[in-house]
């Protein structure tokens, strides 16, 4: 079985300053994971991925995430927040075969001018 | 590619009436995903699709609700008859590559008020 916690369920950032989401997980197996955003009134989108090659990886708006197998945690940061951040955002892991994904309860992220 | 497209994007209904949902997923992707999105139980998968062949309908919340893909690029989400608690953001989503690193497309959503 698998399942995602991300731990924080709103964060509220300043303009200017770093952006932190914490995700952890759990997977029988080694997994795929992602990060997606969701602006208001939209659907998500792909922020970015892992897919066991690199563990640091880079996605679209300056965000980027790092997966940590010791700490079964795959952690979103910006290293500077901008007003268009303000979103919602969930991890997901996916099993290895077939077409279980788990979505965790999503972050909403609040950036204060 | 124009993405996944669902219509309607809203949809106002009364109580007892049928609501269809439609979804067209991106052009070779096998597998398509009904989403519910709402404030109080956040994403929920409802079903999913691969090949056309519904694999996982065990989100589907009552008899009440259906869902068939009869071809590649066509998926419909029916509720009849429709109740006020099933309003909410129904999201239809797409992937291409089943397992491992294929990641979803999502549309925009349709969003249903049932008054």
């Known amino acids: 079985a698998q399942s995602v916690t991300q731990l924080d369920s709103h964060v509220s950032v300043s303009e200017g300053t770093p952006v932190l989401l914490r995700c952890n997980y759990s997977s029988s197996y080694s997994p795929s994971l992602f990060w997606y955003v969701q602006h208001p009134n939209k659907g998500l989108q792909l922020l970015l991925k892992?897919?066991?090659?690199?563990?640091l990886v880079k996605g679209i708006n300056g965000f980027e995430a790092e997966f940590k197998k010791s700490e079964t945690s795959f952690h979103l940061t910006k290293p500077s927040a901008h007003m268009s951040d303000a979103a919602e955002y969930f991890c997901?892991?996916?099993?290895?075969?077939?077409?279980?994904?788990?979505f965790g309860g999503g972050t909403r992220v609040l950036v204060k001018p | 590619d124009a993405g996944v497209i669902q219509s309607p994007r809203h949809e106002v209904t009364e109580m007892g009436q049928e609501v269809t949902l439609r979804c067209k997923p991106i052009?070779?992707?096998?597998?398509l995903f009904w989403y519910r999105q709402t404030m109080m139980r956040g994403l929920e998968l409802l079903i999913y699709f691969n090949n056309n062949v519904p694999i996982d309908d065990s989100g589907m919340p009552e008899d009440r609700f259906s869902a068939k893909m009869p071809n590649a690029s066509f998926s419909t989400l029916k509720i009849q008859p429709s109740e006020p608690r099933d309003s909410a953001v129904y999201f239809c989503?797409?992937?291409?590559?089943?397992?491992?690193?294929?990641?979803?497309?999502f549309g925009e959503g349709s969003r249903l008020t049932v008054l």
């Open positions: 052009s070779g992707h096998n597998s």
């Open positions: 997901v892991v996916s099993e290895a075969a077939g077409n279980k994904l788990t």
């Open positions: 989503a797409s992937r291409g590559l089943a397992g491992g690193s294929g990641e979803l497309f």
């Open positions: 892992y897919t066991s090659a690199a563990t």
